[in-house]
């Protein structure tokens, strides 16, 4: 019909001449023509366009398809490196243990090793033991399962492999092939006797290990090697008969002590899932499609060019349509991962702001009229509070955890004060569900362990937390300290909860693994008892756990034992350092520290200096409000305080004009020259390092007071 708009004239609304009826109709007809002339190449143009679009399409997701399969499998391969890292982990800290225990041959000793190494026994494992050196061999000290008994000499592999265990100062490995078949020997130095704790397994590396069906890695093929490189020889375990993985594969090293292992994964299916193997071919059929039928289409629209132009218009609206779409997802995702980023730091505002409310009122409680039972209670209130404030701390130190970057400061601390705090601090939850908790510290408790006070502390609370919550109504905890050897302490939490079984123990320090309690109601995240023994280990300890089907768990925390602050001082310089003159005046020097040990380690040092007074604070607040009170000669500030922290302080007393001329020196057990050099630039006139030098700190006391 447009061929025939000139046939009217609207403006001037008559009847056009006889000539525009026929020259007006010719001209659109040959502008037409022109117009189809240079369309007509256009349907090999488009054809050609989205042809090249979909190769394209294919060649990139097909890549992309194959970058993620790349990562899905190095994640995948990872996580089982870490896995097989924590196993032989938690192996060599029993070896060790069961070393140090083994390597006695006491009758308590060897009962003590027999039940231990016994409990560990499983399918497949010949022998654990001790052996000490003999001449030039080495001699069965102790030992549990087939082959040498105590007295026999070492065979000659396990012996090589106990001399290369002394050398190496670490875990070593070795693949023997005997008349039984291949055996894996580990074997690690047992101390500083000179003894070796060794563990000899059967292996069968070409009978594929089964998963089970809930198992997270199961479309997963594994293959280990006890050596760098897949050597057919040193194979330890494989999920593939032969042993062999075959195509696409991801290789990790793995540690075993000094020795250098290989994990190597394959999949047995695509981890994607197979639809998206599918999608570049999908895409690249379509693209065929859809460019056979942007072809013909565009012959339509040489023909028909006003629909053409028409569709163009709405395709193009709907590209603009999913195009913003698109935009806006990216948007969001790119909000999401924002928001991410600053969860950690948001977080920490929002659960710091009620305790701020919870601590702060319940100091203003503390400085009222109260009775003692009242006092009690706002004394509860503010221990439950501090120490909530303190989790949250560790809770945002997970990823440091992770990282290896969490700071400790390990010094000798009492394991009374220890247990005596946790059991008070828990002591509401406790009657609250009418549990009887009993400590029984036969004495032990009153030695020192070397570890970090508060990550300690953390710990077994959360051991008491765990025996309450899981425990039955009106039930019992055990609470108990044992030296399990000359330089071990360990505390025990026994409850009498529903015990937990066997095959789900190795569950238990799994991130996040509740074991199916998730739908009983009990509170809890999963990460306590993962953290507790990362904690554990990172102080040079191990948490464990036993328990009994109906009857009960028992949780074990063990730890360096050493000898307590005076009692060092005492042993090492006695009456050694002559007492000063008296002075004319006193000389008040305030110790700014949390452990009681401490702060009596320093008043029985300045019992040599008669002209001494020691003035005490247990916390940096308190600090900051008697060094403005009696303005002492010397501070001596400990960093880990708990309620602020050390460096906190130091800043505070440096910016009060009362305080800034007091010189201030740093105790604690971190020894980082950074920190050192940090603490000394924001204004500490000295930095002592624990365990303390008894002749450095009164040689500084002697400098700054010349000063």
């Known amino acids: 019909m447009h061929l025939f708009r000139g046939a009217l004239d609207l403006d001037q609304n008559k009847v056009a001449a006889p000539s525009d009826l026929i020259e007006a109709p010719l001209s659109r007809i040959d502008s037409g023509a022109r117009s189809l002339k240079s369309f007509r190449l256009l349907p090999v143009a488009v054809l050609f366009v989205f042809v090249v679009v979909a190769l394209g399409a294919y060649v990139v997701t ?14 995948r391969a990872d996580e089982v490196g870490a896995l097989l890292s924590n196993s032989f982990g938690s192996l060599t800290s029993q070896l060790r243990v069961l070393g140090s225990v083994g390597a006695s041959t006491d009758e308590a000793a060897t009962e003590i090793f027999n039940e231990t190494a016994g409990a560990l026994i499983r399918p497949g494992t010949v022998t654990i033991g001790v052996a000490a050196p003999q001449g030039d061999g080495f001699v069965v ?17 396990t012996a090589s492999l106990a001399l290369r265990a002394l050398s190496a100062g670490d875990m070593v490995t070795s693949i023997v092939t005997g008349d039984q078949g291949p055996r894996l020997i580990l074997g690690l130095p047992a101390g500083s006797s000179g003894s070796v704790s060794y563990q000899v397994s059967m292996i069968n590396p070409t009978t594929p290990v089964p998963s089970t069906p809930d198992s997270p890695y199961q479309e997963l093929r594994v293959a280990l090697y006890a050596s760098s490189e897949p050597d057919p020889a040193q194979l330890v375990l494989s999920t593939e008969p032969g042993g062999t993985v075959s195509g696409k594969t991801q290789a990790v090293p793995l540690a075993v002590g000094a020795d250098a292992w290989l994990i190597v994964v394959g999949t047995r299916s695509p981890l994607g899932g197979p639809f998206a193997q599918n999608v570049p071919w999908i895409l690249f059929g379509g693209g065929l499609f859809t460019a056979t039928l942007a072809a013909a289409v565009a012959e339509i629209l040489v023909r028909r060019r006003r629909y053409a132009l028409a569709l163009v218009a709405a395709r193009t609206q709907e590209l603009e349509v999913a195009h913003d779409a698109r935009r806006h997802a990216q948007e969001a995702a790119e909000a999401a991962n924002h928001a991410k980023s600053v969860f950690l730091s948001r977080m920490s505002h929002e659960l710091r702001t009620p305790l701020n409310s919870v601590l702060g009122f319940g100091q203003l409680l503390e400085l009222e009229d109260l009775t003692k039972d009242q006092s009690d209670s706002v004394g509860q209130i503010l221990k439950g509070g501090r120490h909530l404030l303190a989790l949250i701390n560790e809770v945002l130190d997970i990823s440091r955890i992770e990282a290896g970057e969490l700071a400790f400061s390990p010094e000798p601390v009492l394991v009374a004060d220890l247990v005596y705090e946790a059991v008070d601090l828990m002591q509401p939850a406790v009657k609250q569900r009418g549990i009887q908790l009993v400590v029984d510290s036969s004495g032990t408790c009153n030695c020192y362990v070397f570890a970090d006070r508060q990550r300690t502390k953390q710990i077994v609370l959360n051991l008491l937390s765990n025996a309450v919550k899981y425990n039955r109504p009106r039930g019992s905890i055990a609470l108990s300290c044992r030296r399990t050897t000359d330089t071990r302490i360990s505390i025990s939490v026994a409850d009498t909860g529903y015990g937990i079984a066997a095959e789900r123990l190795g569950l238990l320090f799994v ?3 509740r074991l199916g309690v998730e739908g009983t109601g009990v509170e809890g995240t999963g990460i306590g008892l993962a953290l507790s023994r990362r904690l554990a280990e990172a102080m040079g300890g191990t948490v464990t756990a036993a328990s009994v089907l109906g009857q009960g768990s028992t949780f074990t925390v063990d730890l360096p034992r050493v000898e ?6 005492e042993r090492l310089n006695g009456d050694r350092i002559p ?5 004319s005046d006193t000389r008040r020097v305030l110790h700014i520290e949390d452990n009681l040990s401490n702060l009596r380690l320093i008043e029985r040092i300045f019992e040599h200096r008669p002209e001494v007074e020691v003035v005490a604070a247990m916390h940096g607040s308190l600090g900051l409000e008697l060094a403005r009170e009696h303005r002492p000669s010397l501070i001596l500030l400990d960093l880990h305080l708990p309620d602020i922290s050390g460096e906190e302080v130091l800043q505070r007393l440096r910016e009060d004009p009362v305080t800034a001329p007091i010189p201030v020196v740093i105790v604690s057990a971190d020894a980082t020259p950074r920190q050192i050099q940090r603490l000394l630039a924001s204004g ?7 365990p303390i030098d008894v002749r450095e700190l009164l040689d500084v006391y002697e400098r700054v007071q010349r000063t």
């Open 62 to 75: 097909r890549n992309l398809v194959l970058d993620q399969e790349e990562r899905l499998l190095k994640e």
């Open 564 to 569: 307590g602050p005076v009692e060092r001082y």
């Open 579 to 583: 007492a000063a003159a008296p002075a």
């Open 511 to 513: 991130p996040f693994e």
């Open 684 to 690: 500490a006139t000295a930095y002592i390092t624990k």
């Open 141 to 157: 000290v102790n030992a549990v399962g087939e082959g040498s008994v105590a007295g026999d000499p070492l065979d000659a592999d």
